[in-house]
């Protein structure tokens, strides 16, 4: 995909998101399914990391990004700090954009080996690569969400 259709589908993406966490009543922000890792409120916690983690891989190449407290992740959020995640992931998402509209037409697609863990091979990457799976990110917890808050509808007494 082109780099302009690639943004549009990310901006598009993200307007996907946005619409199914404001979906999210408050009150289920910190809704944690038995045995879950996220809170209903953590996902966004956990989508702004990885915006902040491939800005990282398309700013320098390195994915150096401690990872979100599980407190943040399982704890979710108060309807306050949902506001200022959600500023966080404008902030984070306008960044990526921008870098991506900043870079020659030839780098787009050109992949450079990106080293994503300790010990692990490089991955070759390219800004298409990190683009895509950002707009597969949004889109994966849209379906979590909705469906979590279905599970919390249930839960809650008086479901």
Excluded at 90 to 112: G, I, N
Excluded at 148 to 154: A, K
């Amino acid at each position: 995909m082109g780099r302009d259709a690639a943004l549009a589908d990310f901006g598009q993406a993200r307007r996907e998101w946005e619409e199914a966490f404001a979906r999210v009543p408050d009150d289920a922000l910190r809704y944690l399914k038995p045995g879950d890792d996220y809170a209903l409120g953590g996902l966004q916690v956990h989508v702004n990391w990885v915006l902040a983690r491939y800005l990282r891989v398309l700013e320098s190449g390195t994915v150096a990004q401690p990872p979100p407290s599980a407190e943040g992740l399982r704890g979710g959020l108060s309807p306050a700090e949902r506001r200022q995640a959600l500023a966080e992931m404008s902030r984070l998402h306008e960044a990526v954009k921008t870098r991506v509209d900043r870079l020659a037409e030839s780098d787009w697609s050109r992949k450079s080996p990106v080293v994503y863990g300790p010990g692990e091979n490089p991955y070759p990457t390219s800004p298409e690569d990190v683009v895509g799976w950002l707009c597969d990110h949004y889109r994966e917890h849209v379906v979590q969400s909705a469906d979590l808050v279905e599970e919390w509808r249930t839960a809650k007494p008086g479901g």
